[in-house]
């Protein structure tokens, strides 16, 4: 995953934000995986997680069920997948850290023995990033594609729809446009294991 850590990705993916566009940081995107890019962390996923339970069974639980990215998905439901240990000390999070809206959490975790969030808002001054942790296999994608479809629909949406959001600026409307990175239009998963169903670097939407 290393490869992701070169100068032209880092100012491709912060010129992305700069200019105001949508990212989904799902799963592995989430984790610590850059020791030599805290950046990364620190300004697109709000923090971040350095472990997770072993695969297993555990619970999601709506905190914000009106939001559009949660509309139609359960109230709680369960997962068998990781559950990953977002943010879970409050003091060690570096200062300068992004604050996130979270709109879904765990139950407890093994270790913690607290809920941890698992889809959430990072608070970008100019990107729309949504941060989801759930995603490690086939076992959990079912149940995820919802989420998935709605932090793309409406947090990400298309050409016409940041028009309509630039010119409404309605409270609580996240709309952006696609996701190019110099490969064409589209939107990118950004996460980093290529075992995951979603491959390393992007997945272009036509």
Not at 95 to 107: F, N, Q, R, W, Y
Not at 159 to 166: A, K, P, T, V
Request: neutral net charge; contains cysteine; glycine residues 8%.
């Amino acid at each position: 995953r290393m490869f992701f850590d070169t100068p032209a990705y880092r100012k491709a993916l912060f010129d992305f934000a700069a200019a105001g566009k949508g990212i989904v940081m799902l799963h592995p995107g989430t984790w610590y995986g850059y020791a030599n890019w805290p950046e990364l962390n620190a300004k697109i996923v709000g923090g971040g997680a350095r472990g997770h339970d072993k695969l297993g069974k555990f619970s999601v639980n709506a905190v914000k069920s009106n939001h559009p990215i949660m509309q139609g998905v359960p109230t709680s439901f369960e997962v068998e997948d990781e559950l990953y240990y977002i943010n879970p000390d409050p003091e060690k999070i570096p200062p300068g850290t992004a604050s996130i809206d979270v709109l879904a959490e765990t139950s407890p975790s093994v270790r913690f023995k607290k809920p941890h969030p698992a889809v959430w808002i990072t608070k970008h001054e100019r990107a729309r990033v949504v941060g989801i942790t759930l995603g490690h296999d086939e076992r959990v994608h079912a149940r995820l594609a919802r989420v998935r479809r709605h932090a793309v629909e409406d947090e990400v949406g298309n050409e016409d729809d940041e028009r309509e959001h630039q010119q409404s600026q309605r409270p609580g409307t996240h709309r952006v446009a696609r996701f190019c990175l110099g490969l064409g239009q589209g939107f990118a998963f950004v996460t980093f294991a290529v075992s995951h169903c979603i491959l390393s670097s992007c997945v272009l939407i036509p």
